[in-house]
Nanobody
Framework: QVQLVESGGGLVQAGGSLRLSCAAS????????MGWYRQAPGKQRELVAT???????NYADSVKGRFTISRDNAKNTVYLVMNSLKPEDTAAYYC???????????????WGQGTQVTVSS
């Protein structure tokens, strides 16, 4: 069983900052790519940022220069530092990880339960 648990969401004023964390636990052999996605009410879930195991990153154009994704492989944790937040960043943020489970032979994608980020104007 693999679990992803996010933390760090909340209410912040426009221009403020937040740091999200997502820790993976359970029967894990290895974790490949990790990422953050978000979903606003009435909209589809969209990619925010991803990071490979070696640290290569990819960002949505809307967050480039404001958000930074990083990971700690020893802790099976991915982080998202969000600066210069805008009201349009308001959404539920979900982490995702590609996991090779113990006794498994294939990589499986897992999702966290989500954490709410609300940016007031």
């Amino acid at each position: 069983q693999v679990q992803l648990v996010e933390s760090g969401g909340g209410l912040v004023q426009a221009g403020g900052s937040l740091r999200l964390s997502c820790a993976a636990s359970g029967s894990i052999v290895s974790i490949g790519a990790m990422g953050w996605y978000r979903q606003a009410p009435g909209k589809q879930r969209e990619l925010v940022a991803t990071i490979g195991r070696s640290g290569n990153t990819n960002y949505a154009d809307s967050v480039k220069g404001r958000f930074t994704i990083s990971r700690d492989n020893a802790k099976n944790t991915v982080y998202l530092v969000m600066n210069s937040l805008k009201p349009e960043d308001t959404a539920a943020y979900y982490c995702n990880a590609d996991v090779l489970p113990l006794f498994g032979t294939t990589w499986v994608g897992h999702w966290g339960q989500g954490t709410q980020v609300t940016v007031s104007s």
